[in-house]
């Protein structure tokens, strides 16, 4: 059952969906973490559960969003893990690759699991395979990150 705040959220990504990157990092995000700052335990549970109901362009601005939450805020949820499982519900694969460049925070979350890691680096891997993404580099950094992350566990 997605939740008012859920359905706010949404609403406000659906709103400036087609607005420029720069928009959401000046500014846009600050509405979405209004919003976020209402939640309660049960609201980040509920949001962690919905956000495979959410659509490809709301996984790709939220995923951004959330990677910048807790800057300035007090909060106890794990952001770098919704971050990651954004990346791997999202199906717009330029924007797979874009997100390549975040992923050394994967050392940040909080308490991560083998099946989740992996499911990051199967997404890596998915993109490597398919051609989505075309900087090496940036493929092998991200493979390394993921690798770290595992060997920590």
């Known amino acids: 059952m997605t939740t008012d705040k859920i359905l706010t959220i949404k609403q406000i990504i659906e709103k400036d969906k087609k607005t420029d990157g720069d928009y ?5 995000n600050e509405s979405i973490y209004n919003i976020l700052d209402t939640f309660n335990n049960e609201d980040w549970k509920e949001l962690d559960r919905d956000l495979a109901n959410f659509k490809d362009h709301e996984h790709s601005i939220f995923a951004r969003a959330i990677l910048h939450y807790d800057e300035d805020r007090k909060i106890d949820i794990d952001n770098y893990h919704l971050f990651f499982k954004e990346f791997i519900l999202l199906k717009d694969y330029e924007d797979c690759d874009c997100l390549l460049f975040d992923m050394f925070y994967i050392e940040n979350i909080k308490n991560p699991d083998l099946e989740f890691l992996n499911n990051v680096r199967l997404k890596i891997q998915f993109l490597e395979e398919s051609g989505f993404s075309t900087n090496e580099e ?3 950094l991200a493979y390394d990150y993921v690798e770290q992350a595992i060997n920590r566990l």
Do not use: A, M
């Open 24 to 28: 959401w990092v000046n500014g846009g």
């Open 138 to 140: 940036i493929l092998r």
